[in-house]
């Protein structure tokens, strides 16, 4: 059974940084593209941030430079340092590994910025 479990999500001030980690399920987190999404309320799920397992990553516009995804194998977790948050960064994040033609979501987890 895949589990993905997010954490670190909270409210924090514009300007602020927080972390959120990701928890796979090992069978998972080695063979497949893990990534970051986020959701606004009555908005389609975007993608943020992805990683491969080679390490390869790719960002949206809207957050490079400031966000930075990462992935660390011995503990099958995968990392979003996110710095210079801004009040539109507001949403839910969802934790997604991707193995084609399967995807899994976490439960997601909530990121207020206050301006």
């Known amino acids: 059974q895949v589990q993905l479990v997010e954490s670190g999500g909270g409210l924090v001030q514009a300007g602020g940084s927080l972390r959120l980690s990701c928890a796979a399920s090992?069978?998972?987190?080695?063979?497949?593209?893990m990534g970051w999404y986020r959701q606004y309320p009555g908005k389609q799920r975007e993608s943020v941030a992805t990683?491969?397992?080679?390490?390869?990553?790719n960002y949206g516009d809207s957050v490079k430079g400031r966000f930075t995804i990462s992935r660390d194998s011995a503990k099958n977790t995968v990392y979003l340092q996110m710095n210079g948050l801004k009040p539109e960064d507001t949403a839910v994040y969802y934790c997604?590994?991707?193995?084609?033609?399967?995807?899994?979501w976490g439960q997601g987890t909530q990121v207020t910025v206050s301006s």
């Open positions: 997604n590994a991707d193995k084609w033609p399967v995807k899994y």
């Open positions: 990683i491969t397992t080679s390490g390869t990553t």
């Open positions: 090992r069978t998972i987190f080695s063979i497949a593209r």
